[in-house]
């Protein structure tokens, strides 16, 4: 089945203490990316990535961090954690589809940061 | 001004009415345009997908594009209360990674 995996779902952790959530998919897709979700923000690109070893800044990065060591993973770390983070996160990867694209996203990671 | 505008909502409408989402863009390169679905605790899944200017239909959901305008909608008939959800307008160009809107959350009451 084609998937995006992310873990964990949930995570409480409190400020300053590194964290990392995982994302994996198993479609073989050069795109990934993730993105925050907020109420009344919507969905906000934090990092994408368009190939092995290819990173890029969304419109929020500032206190992310992202590798693409492999294809089939792109993990989101926090070196040092604040509340303002606290969040849904989705992980997304992506391919082609009719000349546009399509987006197939994970399960979500609810963090909070206190 | 954020490349694409989308009215959070919420839109609660009775069971059986005519639902119309919109978004707007700004970005001329956008070429492809789409419209996803997320349901309550669960990651966004693609709706429908158009590349050109007009209409396209899928069941009880037409998406229409107007390029000219920048504007995109997307129209649901027989709205059921199945359909409550958050819609997300995305778009793209050149690149594969597709700009969402912030989304509509859509309540339909029996």
């Known amino acids: 089945e084609a998937q995006v995996t992310q873990n964990p779902r949930y995570l409480i952790t409190v400020t300053g203490k590194k964290l990392t959530v995982t994302c994996s998919q198993n479609?073989?897709?050069?795109?990934m990316s993730w993105y925050r979700q907020d109420p009344g923000l919507g969905l906000r690109q934090i990092y994408y990535?368009?190939?092995?070893?290819?990173?890029d800044k969304g419109d929020v990065p500032e206190g992310y961090k992202v590798s693409r060591k492999e294809k089939r993973n792109f993990p989101l770390i926090l070196e040092s954690p604040s509340p303002n983070q606290t969040s849904l996160y989705f992980c997304?990867?992506?391919?082609?589809?009719?000349?546009?694209?399509?987006?197939?996203f994970g399960q979500g990671t609810r963090l909070t940061v206190v | 001004q954020k490349e694409v505008e989308q009215d959070p909502g919420p839109l609660s409408v009775p069971e059986g009415a005519i639902v119309s989402l919109n978004c707007t863009y700004s970005n001329s390169a956008f070429q492809y345009f789409m419209w996803y679905r997320q349901y309550s605790r669960k990651g966004p899944e693609l709706l429908m997908y158009?590349?050109?200017?007009g209409n396209k239909e899928d069941g009880r959901f037409t998406a229409q594009v107007d390029k000219s305008s920048k504007y995109i909608s997307l129209f649901i008939r027989d709205s059921q209360p199945s359909d409550s959800a958050t819609y997300l307008c995305a778009m793209s160009g050149g690149s594969y990674i597709p700009t969402f809107g912030r989304g509509t959350s859509l309540i339909v009451h029996p």
């Open positions: 990535s368009m190939n092995v070893e290819v990173t």
């Open positions: 158009t590349y050109s200017s």
């Open positions: 997304a990867s992506s391919e082609p589809k009719g000349g546009g694209t399509e987006a197939f």
């Open positions: 479609m073989n897709h050069e795109y």
